[in-house]
Every structure is written in structure tokens, then in C-alpha cells.
Nanobody
């Protein structure tokens, strides 16, 4: 079984930077894909980006590209979500999620992921 433990987040002002971290433990070999999602109040969970264990590749959704980056720390089994130039609309609960061999067409679907972190609140104010 895979466990995901998140850290980071909190309060920020517009334009600030924050980094969220997701530590992957347990049967890490089955956490082939690790993604970040976020959920604003009253909205559906939104795909932020993903990383792949075997290639080390990362991908960020177009709407956040240029401001967000996903960085893998292979030695620490940690996936970081680096967020910069934060906007008020970035406010929400951020989740990391893991799945094994998720096909590209399902990458953005929360239902494709088996294991979820506990979530961490990010609040951006003006």
C-alpha cells in the first residue's frame, strides 16, 4: 500500500510563492503516477499537474504553466508543487494523488487515482 503525506501550504498574498510537498511511502513502485489536484469551495476537483516515476517527467496544466512547477526529489520520494505569482483564484485545498499506470486520457480524472494525500489548504489574499 502507498501512503501520501502532504506538507506546506497556508496563507499567502497575491504574487507570493508557496511550495507544497507530497512524500510517497510504502509500495512506492506502484505509485507510477503522482498528480496534484486542487479544489476551490463549491467547485470540482481540478487537475494541476503530474509526474511519472519511471521517466521523471512532469507536466503542468496549461492554465497554470509558467507559474506552477512540479519537481521530483527522487532520493526523498517527494514530489513538490512549486507555486509562484499566486492569484486569489489559486485558493483551495490541494491534494496529491497516486496511481499505477494511468493512461494519458485519464490523467486529469480524480477517479483514476487510488491513493490520496490528506489535503492542504492554500489561501491567497490581496
Amino acid at each position: 500500500q502507498v501512503q501520501l503525506v502532504q506538507s506546506g501550504g497556508g496563507l499567502a498574498q497575491v504574487g507570493d510563492s508557496l511550495t507544497l510537498s507530497c512524500v510517497v511511502s510504502g509500495r512506492t513502485s506502484t505509485a507510477h503516477s503522482v498528480a496534484w489536484f486542487r479544489q476551490a469551495p463549491g467547485k470540482e476537483r481540478e487537475f494541476v499537474g503530474a509526474s511519472w516515476r519511471n521517466t521523471g517527467n512532469t507536466y503542468v496544466a496549461d492554465s497554470m504553466k509558467g507559474r506552477f512547477a512540479i519537481v521530483r526529489d527522487k532520493a526523498q520520494n517527494t514530489i513538490h508543487l512549486q507555486m509562484s505569482s499566486l492569484k486569489i483564484e489559486d485558493t483551495g485545498v490541494y491534494f496529491c494523488a497516486a496511481g499505477d499506470r494511468i493512461i494519458l486520457s485519464s490523467l486529469r480524472r480524480p477517479s483514476a487515482y487510488d491513493i490520496w494525500g490528506q489535503g492542504t489548504q492554500v489561501t491567497v489574499s490581496s
